[in-house]
């Protein structure tokens, strides 16, 4: 009974997003004996939850330490497995090399400004159809659509585009689109050693979070924050998160053939590469894109089960801990 009501404790520090309280009560536990098998059902399961908390928590070292701890139980085994590919593999990438190794053309691997592409590029030649259509009828709806466009043009500057994207997230292609981008940065965050805070696609709470663009995954490198705390930056960490950055558009374009998706990303690694020394020249940065990019691609294509299972798994509503568990789940399935 008292195991029980320690863990009832517990159950009410994930509801009541405690990273701290939950973590303490795990940290208590006697650790796993070497012959007890970590599974997917009973009681063990608990365990991950704690990561639903994370999202809530100030300090991400502590969000750190909760993925250090499931990892000392076993329990991510695929945890930064990949943090070491930063160093494997040619730096020069070329639009050439990386159509070779990706069967796509550099501009296919490039966010549309302005989202045309498409899609929505058949959305905008529909809509421009109807309005025609309705003003060779004699209704004329400028002035009605013109008041829209100030109003969109207002939730830009001011809100990020939150109400517009918040608009856009109800219709199922565009939704399905932004779950497929954000579950790739996930993923590569998670195969390079990133504790993840939350995956946010409610563009009002994404604003609210000071979240740049209409959703987003947070995700923590202590090596980078320490670095750019101490006024430098080594191309390891620099790499790893150029790759994290990259991987929503690596994502899009392995399952759509292209990217619409990730221009705040773009801005993201420009405003990162003013912080190097020396600065970083156009071609320099652009090679480096390319290859952070391609990077992302070949990890992505290597584990699309896992891929798969993050994107269902958001789009089921499901929290960090269930997200986490399905793509190590998916993982072993692959080796």
């Known amino acids: ?3 029980l009501k320690e863990w009832q404790e517990y159950e009410e ?17 006697e650790p796993l004996p070497s012959d007890v098998q970590i599974t997917t059902g009973g009681g063990l399961v608990r365990d991950w939850e704690v990561l639903d908390a994370c999202l809530n928590a100030d300090d991400m070292k502590m969000v750190g330490s909760a993925y250090e701890f499931l990892q000392l139980r076993g329990f991510l085994p695929n945890f930064g497995k990949y943090k070491n590919r930063v160093s494997v593999g040619s730096r020069n990438v070329t639009p050439t090399i990386l159509k070779s190794s990706t069967g796509l053309d550099a501009s296919k691997l490039s966010p549309k400004k302005w989202g045309l592409s498409g899609s929505s590029g058949a959305v905008l030649v529909t809509f421009l159809g109807g309005v025609s259509f309705l003003l060779s009828k004699g209704i004329d709806i400028r ?12 939730d830009s500057i001011f809100l990020g585009g939150c109400c517009i994207a918040q608009i856009s997230f109800l219709w199922p292609p565009y939704r399905r689109r932004v779950l497929v981008h954000e579950a790739g940065h996930l993923l590569i965050a998670y195969l390079m050693g990133c504790p993840i ?20 995954t ?33 994502a899009e374009a392995l399952v759509y053939g292209e990217a619409e998706g990730g221009e705040n990303d773009e801005n993201l690694f420009r405003s990162i590469c003013v912080l190097l020394q020396p600065p970083l020249s156009t071609s320099q940065m652009s090679n480096q ?9 070949k ?27 399905r793509v190590e789940e998916a993982m072993s399935q692959d080796q």
């Open 1 to 3: 009974m008292k195991a």
């Open 13 to 29: 520090a994930v509801r009541e997003r405690d990273l701290g309280r939950a973590l303490k009560f795990l940290e208590s536990l």
């Open 143 to 154: 002035p009605n659509l013109a008041a829209v466009l100030g109003l969109a043009w207002l």
């Open 197 to 216: 805070r939350g995956v946010i696609l409610d563009p009002l709470v994404a604003v609210q979070m000071g979240i740049q663009g209409q959703a987003g």
């Open 218 to 250: 947070q995700f923590w490198d202590e090596k980078l924050e320490k670095e750019l705390a101490d006024g430098r930056l080594s191309s390891t960490a620099f790499d790893r998160y150029c790759m994290v950055l990259f991987a929503g558009i690596a």
């Open 289 to 297: 894109a390319r290859w952070a990019v391609q990077q992302s691609y």
């Open 299 to 325: 990890l992505l294509k290597m584990h699309k089960g896992a891929h798969r299972a993050a994107v269902k798994a958001i789009e089921n509503g499901k929290g960090l801990g269930t997200i986490i568990r």
